[in-house]
């Protein structure tokens, strides 16, 4: 069965840290993008940042120089490192990998900024 589970979701403290974890159950290793998106309450799904075969990331400017995007291919796990954390923040976040024709979608995991 074709699966990408996410975790490492949770409530921090602004200016806290977590570690988003995506691992898949089939090789990622010739994917063209693995990203990760969200989607805050009765806001549309947004692109958080992106990590190409060629090895390239881009990240949208609201988490640049804070987020950073990795992949482990032996593993077939994609992290997200989120830094200094905003309320802003808020938002279920959700992992996609997408081939020349298939897209796969995780079940998104929440990440909750407050005091």
């Known amino acids: 069965q074709v699966q990408l589970v996410e975790s490492g979701g949770g409530l921090v403290q602004p200016g806290g840290s977590l570690r988003l974890s995506c691992t898949a159950s089939?090789?990622?290793?010739?994917?063209?993008?693995i990203g990760w998106y969200r989607q805050a309450p009765e806001k549309q799904r947004e692109l958080v940042a992106v990590s190409t075969s060629g090895g390239s990331t881009s990240y949208a400017d609201f988490v640049k120089g804070r987020f950073t995007i990795s992949r482990d291919n032996a593993k077939s796990t994609v992290y997200l490192q989120m830094n200094s954390l905003k309320p802003e923040d808020t938002a279920v976040y959700y992992c996609n990998v997408k081939f020349i024709i298939q897209n796969y979608w995780g079940q998104g995991t929440q990440v909750t900024v407050s005091s």
């Open positions: 089939f090789d990622i290793y010739s994917a063209k993008t």
